[in-house]
């Protein structure tokens, strides 16, 4: 019966992830550089200056949290296992082109953030407690006036957040340190629920004053000890990224344990993986951002959208480069498994596999932090303030379950939900997008 029903699950899941997904979450990204006259691209570097630089000009005004602590807490939800586990993912499926795919994803998925940004703050309200409020459920209700499209979104991201941002990613912890330290799952689970308890339980504020010192320095290690092994292997590179734009559009030959793949597989599997790595157009991201002490939309958007240019384009590239410079991509092996032999076969003495356990371990906890920030709204807009503290008790409660559950299913509806996001999500974004355009234009003119 367990089985069936998973499968059942499974069907439904492959069925909203299929391809006319994924064309329209990269065709909404288009569709917007579009009408911003590729503003990621020319406003990329301005964009990184007000994110690392120029971090406390509005700490005055409305808002709960800086500029800089709404990017590392949608960072923190967002750099998770999929950094390391769905890039090896994508290339042992669909090649090394895949990468390649992934940029292309990322690279107009930062229209989609920049955009899902812009939305958030203009349409954000002030609860009970004092706090911002914003996301999906509060443009879609108030700017196109659709409530119960709204409504929708909030439950969807509400079940998702006890899956993909939560139990899911207490248990890939747990298999962590039990690989690693032998410590048991039940364990793990205790302390983790602790620490996420610690920091969860003291709502916002609490979150970004732990998620801006642990998400750079978990990306930093994580990047130096990637960029040491590329730099060791530096001869190889040329030919890695040859390879990869040349297989992103020529169907992989079989090689080794590789099977080969058309050029149909490389595509999915780069834009689905970079889709689910980032999150653009799933419409979680603008809700942190929607809590930034900001007057103005355009320069909150303008750092939200660095949040997709450093999980895709900067963290998922070197996990996917030491991979394919391992030359381990044609085993049998996958998932975060390839990747860990890849760091250890570059970094001997257990350095390399550590740099993977503790990117595993800190990428998935800060993923539970960001999580739980975006479900405490989802349920506050539902059932409005008095049902936030229960939500984060039950939250705390759940990360320990997780440690020890097969997830198998609840990965899978996890999934759907995620998907279902971005259906209310991409109609605000398109229905929208003349808003957007406008509070844009209205920014860059006053500047000039």
């Avoid at 503003?39 to 690392?52: E, N, W």
């Avoid at 999929?82 to 990468?99: C, E, S």
């Avoid at 890695?240 to 590789?258: D, E």
């Avoid at 997830?407 to 808003?435: K, Q, R, Y």
Wanted: some cysteine; charged content about 15%; glycine content about 10%.
């Amino acid at each position: 019966m367990e089985a069936q029903f998973l499968n059942i699950l499974t069907d439904i899941r492959n069925f909203i992830w299929g391809t006319p997904l994924l064309v329209l979450l990269v065709g909404t990204g288009i569709f917007l550089t579009i009408r911003l006259k590729g503003l990621q691209i020319r406003g990329l570097v301005y964009s990184l200056y007000l994110a690392f630089i120029q971090r406390k000009e509005d700490d005055e005004e409305a808002g709960d949290i800086s500029h800089f602590q709404a990017l590392m807490t949608a960072l923190a939800a967002t750099v998770g296992t999929g950094n390391i586990a769905g890039v090896a993912t994508a290339i042992v499926a669909g090649g090394p082109g895949a990468l390649f795919w992934m940029w292309v994803t990322g690279l107009f998925g930062m229209a989609t953030k920049y955009a899902e940004a812009v939305l958030a703050i203009k349409y954000r309200e002030k609860d009970e407690f004092g706090t911002m409020s914003g996301g999906p459920m509060y443009y879609i209700s108030k700017g196109l006036g659709m409530k119960w499209l709204g409504s929708l979104f909030a439950v969807f991201a509400a079940i998702a957040a006890f899956g993909i941002g939560n139990m899911v990613q207490s248990n890939s912890v747990a298999e962590a340190v039990k690989t690693s330290l032998n410590i048991p799952h039940y364990i793990t689970g205790i302390v983790l629920a602790l620490f996420t308890a610690m920091v969860v339980l003291g709502g916002i504020k609490s979150i970004a004053r732990v998620t801006q010192v642990l998400v750079p320095i978990m990306i930093v290690i994580y990047f130096i000890g990637a960029l040491i092994i590329l730099m060791l292997k530096i001869s190889v590179i040329p030919g890695i990224f040859a390879q990869i734009f040349k297989s992103a559009f020529t169907p992989t030959a079989a090689l080794g344990g590789f099977l080969g793949t058309t050029l149909r597989e490389t595509m999915r599997e780069g834009v689905a993986r970079g889709v689910f790595s980032n999150e653009s157009g799933l419409g979680s991201a603008p809700i942190a951002a929607a809590a930034a002490k900001t007057p103005n939309p355009v320069k909150q958007a303008l750092v939200s959208m660095t949040q997709t240019f450093i999980d895709t384009l900067v963290v998922c590239t070197m996990t996917g480069l030491v991979i394919l410079s391992s030359g381990l991509w044609t085993m049998d092996k996958t998932g975060a498994e390839l990747t860990t032999l890849s760091f250890r076969e570059s970094l001997p003495g257990g350095i390399g596999e550590f740099v993977v356990t503790f990117g595993l371990i800190f990428f998935a906890y800060s993923t539970i932090l960001g999580w739980c920030y975006y479900g405490e709204k989802s349920i506050e807009y539902l059932f409005k303030e008095r049902a936030v503290k229960i939500y984060r008790i039950v939250f705390v409660i759940f990360v320990a379950v997780g440690t020890m559950l097969k997830l198998e299913t609840v990965w899978t509806l996890a999934d759907i939900m995620n998907g279902l996001m971005a259906f209310p999500n991409l109609v605000g974004l398109i229905g929208l997008s003349s808003i957007i355009v406008a509070e844009t234009n209205k920014h860059f003119y006053k500047t000039k």
